[in-house]
């Protein structure tokens, strides 16, 4: 019991850190407009778990009128249980072809098995869903591969140089918090949730399941866009907060495409796609915050998103992104020029991947070049 009240008290003091780390953005990223306006209150509320059954789990669909698997109230943490690909069927000792008939068997719908959606209480469209990543504890299995360039040639960067496909299979030390890729390479696990979303936005371009022209049809996973979903950015790891515009009543947040490391740019498709046992998730709904597209707190840096098919466009994305933070913040006012000038001098634009239909950019402004204090 001592140890069980232990870990009770650790979950609960990392909360606030969080809770209290994640103030400075209050302060840096809100319009003048809304400076006055009374935040949500900085509360923790009850623990929820959400376990990955085949109910609970959608394969490679964020349908807008799945019914809730869960309702919470704003500030509440929900400890998420997550699945391998295709509804747990990628499993240690899967062959290649089961692999492509899997990809195969889901016509436009995305490969990762997404637990939700959740419900949040007072969650509206035009608000922010603020989720803090509390704990992450992955489960031992781990894969990577690239399909075979052969019949996949554009899914990967050098797919036409790859024509066959290529397997390889981990077993996660997690008490070490590594893996090794083989004898005298190891990974250290920096686990992160490579699919992260709310509901749909209803004007999202993508094409609808079974080719629907409702503007509430299915949309795929595969494409990351302004409700988060298959971004794979590898900076969302414990302790990181990510901001998202809300688009649908409750926010109805999923997540799945657990993954245990990544590099920027996922080149071959894949990442070290694993499991959770949870991740543990505050759920905040932000009625004083605006956002187009979604953002990142981290303990050292705030990171701009943007997302196109082309990577240009995408990188054009990100960077106006940054420029509007810079502008937008308080501790030290700065015109949209000044902002512009300091984001080439300070900001880091990374390629997220170039994998998923829509590439993705991701700008990094590190918090130390503020050295007057909020």
């Known amino acids: 019991m001592a140890m069980v009240n232990t870990k009770r008290r ?38 929820h778990m959400l376990a990955a059954t085949l ?7 964020l349908d807008p009128k799945e019914p809730p698997k869960l309702t919470v109230d704003s500030g509440d943490i929900v400890a998420v249980e997550t699945m391998m690909h295709s509804h747990d069927k990628v499993r240690p000792g899967i062959t290649m072809d089961e692999i492509v008939a899997l990809r195969r068997a889901n016509p436009g719908g995305g490969p990762h098995s997404m637990t939700g ?4 209480n007072g969650a509206e469209p035009g608000d922010v869903m ?16 690239n399909l075979p360039g052969k019949d996949f040639p554009t899914i990967g960067a050098l797919a036409p140089e790859m024509p066959d ?13 590594q893996a090794e890729f083989k004898p005298g390479i190891t990974l250290d696990l920096r686990p992160f949730p490579g699919t992260l979303a709310v509901g749909i936005d209803p004007n999202d371009p993508s ?25 794979d950015i590898n900076e969302l790891q414990e302790g990181a907060t990510i901001f998202i515009p809300i688009f649908l009543k409750g926010g109805l947040v999923w997540t799945g495409d657990s993954h245990c490391r990544q590099g920027n740019g996922e080149v071959n498709l894949t990442a070290l796609e694993c499991s959770y046992r949870e991740i543990a998730m505050q759920l905040m709904v932000r009625k004083d915050l605006k956002l187009e597209w979604p953002r990142v707190e981290t303990k050292t840096h705030w990171i701009a998103m943007g997302f196109d098919e082309d990577l240009n466009k995408a990188m054009v994305n990100a960077v106006r992104e940054a420029v509007d933070f810079l ?45 007057k204090k909020s």
């Open 165 to 177: 496909g290529f397997i390889k299979f981990f077993t996660l030390d997690l008490k070490k918090r």
């Open 207 to 231: 094409a609808r399941k079974g080719g629907s022209t409702d503007s509430m049809a299915p949309v795929s996973t595969l494409r990351p866009w302004k409700n988060g979903s298959n971004m």
């Open 55 to 61: 109910e609970t789990v959608q394969w490679g669909w």
């Open 117 to 120: 959606p959740i419900y949040v």
């Open 130 to 145: 603020e989720i803090r990543i509390v704990k992450i504890v992955p489960k031992a299995f781990g894969i990577n591969f």
């Open 10 to 47: 650790i979950v609960t003091a990392l909360t606030t850190l969080i809770v209290i780390g994640s103030a400075a953005f209050y302060v840096l990223a809100q319009p003048a407009s809304d400076a006055k306006k009374s935040s949500t209150p900085l509360v923790v509320g009850k623990r």
């Open 327 to 371: 502008e937008q913040q308080k501790v030290v006012p700065m015109s949209r020029y000044e902002a512009y000038s300091l984001a080439s001098m300070a900001a880091d634009c990374r390629v997220t991947q170039v994998v998923d239909v829509r590439k993705g950019v991701h700008c990094m402004i590190p918090k130390s070049i503020f050295t």
